[in-house]
T-cell receptor, first 116, second 116 residues
Framework: GAVVSQHPSWVICKSGTSVKIECRSL??????MFWYRQFPKQSLMLMAT?????????EQGVEKDKFLINHASLTLSTLTVTSAHPEDSSFYICSAYGSQGNQPQHFGDGTRLSIL | AQSVAQPEDQVNVAEGNPLTVKCTYS??????LFWYVQYPNRGLQFLLK??????LVKGSYGFEAEFNKSQTSFHLKKPSALVSDSALYFCAVRDMDRSSARQLTFGSGTQLTVLP
């Protein structure tokens, strides 16, 4: 089945550091990818939608200069948390659709980001 | 706008007993409906989906869900629960008639605990 790989799975870093998270579709071409944020025991909050070769669409309240998204190829999207602060600590999950309609979203295993 | 409601934050069931996790939805058009499961510190795993056709959908790990259009429900069921089924379950909906908007809307999640 379709596999989405997300890396790294866990990041601990100092406040002010920028952190890049990668999301790769391993066996299919992902024309659309999504980035979510999840707080403990809560649902997924959609942060942005990225389409290959175009700018990401950010949800209301998400700072695009804070959370930089790049989807330069059909198999890779990256989320960079710039100048991270403790309030950015969270679980970040990416997902991907293939090019065919009606298929479910396939999710990465998530990245636990802890900012000290 | 589309929305999903999972009225139960927590469901407890004894191993071997049947389980039901409830979900109701609201969309302006026809729904695509999905169930996902999340284990601790992991991404979401796809369980099953309803697009069209039979109202009873069978999915992974013995789970099934019944689409009820009149009640706008898509409850997840399993005839005999296993301890290993303990996890966080999410219902999600997408508006079929808005194919250009491929975003899923997730419910708040239901924590299922199967007691040995």
């Amino acid at each position: 089945g379709a596999v989405v790989s997300q890396h790294p799975s866990w990041v601990i870093c100092k406040s002010g550091t920028s952190v890049k998270i990668e999301c790769r579709s391993l066996d299919f071409q992902a024309t659309t990818m999504f980035w979510y944020r999840q707080f403990p025991k809560q649902s997924l909050m959609l942060m942005a939608t990225s389409n290959e070769g175009s700018k990401a669409t950010y949800e209301q309240g998400v700072e695009k200069d804070k959370f930089l998204i790049n989807h330069a190829s059909l198999t890779l999207s990256t989320l960079t948390v710039t100048s991270a602060h403790p309030e950015d600590s969270s679980f970040y999950i990416c997902s991907a659709y293939g090019s065919q309609g009606n298929q479910p979203q396939h999710f990465g295993d998530g990245t636990r980001l802890s900012i000290l | 706008a589309q929305s999903v409601a999972q009225p139960e934050d927590q469901v407890n069931v004894a191993e071997g007993n049947p389980l039901t996790v409830k979900c109701t939805y609201s969309v302006s058009g026809n729904p695509y409906l999905f169930w996902y499961v999340q284990y601790p510190n992991r991404g979401l795993q796809f369980l099953l989906k309803y697009i069209t056709g039979d109202n009873l959908v069978k999915g992974s790990y013995g789970f099934e869900a019944e689409f009820n259009k009149s009640q706008t429900s898509f409850h997840l069921k399993k005839p005999s629960a296993l301890v290993s089924d303990s996890a966080l379950y999410f219902c999600a909906v997408r508006d079929m008639d808005r194919s250009s908007a491929r975003q899923l809307t997730f419910g708040s999640g239901t924590q299922l605990t199967v007691l040995p």
